[in-house]
């Protein structure tokens, strides 16, 4: 799959400078690691328009699913993680499944093709060999149907599909 520009970021923000009527924020490279976004709110609290500034929150994200408003630090470094080393396929797979554990399992099981039904006559070549003429007596849309019953597919935005073992 084609990786766009993407850069997991989250944006910081002090609650205090914005309970004061005041926007200090600033966007974070969420792949980087938690300790480096532990530095930059450490960095962001240490020039607040408040003094004595010690809480944040989470403004906003790009390309980071399932952080909120009051993740912590390691939940979107490791999120941002995952995404910076799969890319668009990881962004899919992570928004699809819900949650970091099952993405990354799905990314270690599954695998990518261009469609379900070339996976089936992939699967169908294994079983049947080089035979054209029982190839020919194959319904390749039936077997693909029932095929994917066996397994969680997820529609690619490249046309393809992630196909992930049930």
């Not at 393809?160 to 049930?166: C, E, N, Q």
Request: net charge negative; aromatic share 10%.
């Amino acid at each position: 799959m084609t990786n766009l520009n993407i850069t997991p970021r989250v944006c910081i923000q002090c609650l205090a400078a914005y309970n004061a009527g005041a926007l200090h924020f600033e966007w974070v490279d969420a792949d980087m690691g938690a300790e480096h976004i532990h530095e930059r709110i450490a960095a962001l609290l240490a020039s607040s328009p408040v003094e004595g500034a010690e809480e944040i929150h989470f403004a906003d994200t790009e390309d980071l699913p399932g952080i909120g408003e009051y993740s912590t630090p390691e939940e979107a470094a490791a999120v941002g993680e995952l995404v910076s080393e799969h890319g668009q396929l990881g962004l899919c797979v992570l928004r699809e499944m819900g949650d970091l554990d099952s993405a990354r399992r799905a990314l270690e099981d599954g695998w990518e093709v261009d469609s379900f039904e070339d996976y089936a006559w992939d699967f169908a070549r294994d079983q049947v060999g080089d035979n054209d003429f029982l190839m020919g007596y194959l319904d390749i849309e039936k077997l693909a149907r029932d095929l994917k019953m066996d397994y969680y597919t997820i529609d690619l935005p490249n046309g393809g599909v992630f196909i992930v073992p049930s």
